[in-house]
């Protein structure tokens, strides 16, 4: 999850004024309601009904409060032409967080990478991705690292990486259900790693040509005679 205050400031630091912004794994709706009060254009996209719904409130009341810039929350991954009208993202910001334990393959498998790769299909030449790693350690490697890893293997080339310290609040004791009296907030410590499409590599490399055969050799003008 993102806090409000990190997304805030990744958007100043790494978009302008009437950019557009997409968070691609959009969970309370952070990126997007901070992204329109900074006059820029968000694009949620989630495919879960639940946070579909909260987003999109989030995303109304940002509006309702006078957020001058433009936003919406799609339901689905969008393909290439479909992607076409909504014009180049500026910025991809999102969060990645601790491994499902039900997921064999964990953050640093397959499915992380896949996800990276289809991030590129989003973004305009020379704009960058943000992810936000949350702090989690697992097979010797912690999450940003590993999102570090993946990121190269799909084409990105990180820039730079930050520590974010930020308090997330809470409203009941922990591992209780009673609630506080007033909320309270915990410190987070959150990864940033900002990367930059790498121009090297592609999501899709070329196969390597096969073994010419025996008859492509003999036809060869440098075959030996």
Known sequence: MISPAVAAHAIAVYSRPGDTICDPDCEPGAVVTEAVHAHRHAVGITTDPGRWETARAALTRAKARGARGDGMILDAFPGRESWTGLGPVDLVLTAIGPPDPADPAGPAGDRLRERLAAYRGLLRPGGHLVVIAAYHVGGGMDLASQVAVAGRDTGWRPVQRAVALTAVPYT?????????????????????????????????PRPPDPPP????????????T
Do not use: C, E, M, N
């Open 213 to 224: 055969t025996r008859a492509a050799l003999d036809a060869s003008p440098h075959a030996a």
């Open 172 to 204: 009941r004791d922990l591992g209780t259900d009673r609630p506080l009296p007033q909320a309270r907030a915990y410190p987070v410590h959150q990864d940033v790693i900002v990367f930059r499409p790498d121009g090297r590599r592609t999501h899709h």
